[in-house]
């Protein structure tokens, strides 16, 4: 399928035309046009000019039979030679500017893409809230089946990340509750994190001041190399059991709030869609009435997977609402006793160097007292 794509780089305005496989889905197209933006960015950037990188907040696409933008929900609203148009999360650096598209051109980094002319739309208006852009990869499981409260985890689009198993977050292990936070943390797959990478991380669910986060990062790296293996991981779960189940669950609970967000989301922007297309079809001939009734019925499994997606987000609400005394009690005795166990250890080692210039002194006298050992 041919396609054309528009986005702004660095100020500029740059329209796309590539052939994608009739197979990718949603989430494909979406990593394949941040990567071809990714190149085409750097081959347009000034050598004095910082690096942005490439993120997709909003995807639109040109409705030609009503000749305006809308937003792009599903593959199926793309035909050959659609134009889509790629908005990147509103910032300081960075602002799309409304003006016309420039005609479409193939990657400078693809080889020969065949040209097919159309004409060009303007520039769609921005209308975004700032979420940023995050891969949904779910598990294997229906749309009605994340109803229930099994949870659909939110993923980095890094390729390296590893998924969670199709289960509830109770049930996960603790070997791959700490594999999947250390690879969430691990951004870059660099089989590393960093204490800035470690304390940025953990302030996303608990605010610990800089003292606390020190002490969870410098417990399990004595020699102060300044970064953790997966392996380490292993023993802040052994000194701290409590604390990182509880980020644990609260990024789990995090994750979910956006995963339902993102669904509620999506369900108003189809059942908006689906709603014109109702209209559309009412025009139309009497044999379109089969799918015009599909849709209605698609439209109020929408309105109960909405209804009952803000309940579940209710209910997170109010639970964590009811258990943060709890949990900050439980963390500040666990880090109580860490600190007692380490001053515990320091007493020791200046009772065994008083002991030894008791025995030195003792010997030089010719004395046979030596000091006690516990």
């Not at 409705?63 to 050959?80: A, P, T, Y």
């Not at 040209?115 to 949904?136: C, F, L, N």
């Not at 698609?298 to 309940?311: F, G, I, K, P, Y």
Request: overall charge negative.
């Amino acid at each position: 399928m041919y396609l054309r794509i528009c986005a702004d780089l660095y100020s500029n305005k740059i329209n796309l035309e590539v052939n994608v496989s009739n197979k990718i889905d949603l989430i494909g197209l979406r990593e394949l046009i941040v990567g071809l933006m990714e190149q085409e960015g750097d081959l347009m950037r000034a050598p004095n000019q910082p690096r942005s990188p490439f993120s997709i907040n909003r995807l639109q696409v040109f409705n030609e039979q009503v000749g305006k933008w809308v937003d792009l929900v599903s593959m199926g609203q793309l035909r050959d030679g659609s134009q889509l148009y790629a908005f990147q999360p509103q910032t300081n650096q960075h602002s799309d500017v409304q003006q016309d598209l420039p005609p479409p051109r193939p990657p400078s980094t693809v080889g020969s893409i065949r040209h097919m002319p159309q004409p060009i739309p303007t520039m769609p208006t921005q209308h975004v809230s700032q979420h940023g852009a995050r891969s949904v990869i779910r598990n294997q499981t229906s749309v009605s089946g994340s109803a229930s409260g099994s949870r659909v985890y939110l993923q980095p689009a890094h390729q390296h990340q590893q998924q969670l198993p199709q289960n509830s977050s109770a049930d996960v292990s603790e070997t791959e509750k700490l594999k999947y936070i250390f690879e969430e943390m691990d951004q870059e797959a660099t089989g590393r994190v960093s204490i800035t990478l470690f304390v940025t991380w953990v302030r996303k669910f608990i605010d610990f001041n800089d003292e606390t986060l020190e002490l969870l990062f410098n417990s399990v790296d004595p020699h102060r190399k300044g970064w953790l293996a997966p392996s380490d991981f292993e023993g802040l779960s052994k000194r701290f059991p409590n604390v990182m189940d509880i980020i644990f669950h609260r990024a789990a609970d995090s994750w979910d709030v956006m995963n339902r967000e993102a669904e509620i989301q999506q369900a108003q922007q189809t059942i908006q869609n689906n709603t014109l297309q109702e209209e559309e079809i009412h025009r139309s001939i009497q044999a379109l009435q089969a799918q015009l009734a599909s849709m209605q019925a698609e439209n109020e499994a929408l309105h109960q997977q909405t209804q009952t997606n803000v309940t579940l987000n209710a209910e997170v609400t109010t639970r964590q609402g009811t258990m943060h005394n709890e949990e900050r009690a439980l963390m500040e005795r666990e880090i109580n006793m860490e600190r007692h166990r380490e001053a515990l250890r320091d007493s020791e080692v200046l009772f065994l160097e008083q002991s030894q210039q008791y025995n030195l002194a003792a010997s030089a006298l010719g004395s046979p007292r030596r000091a006690k050992q516990y």
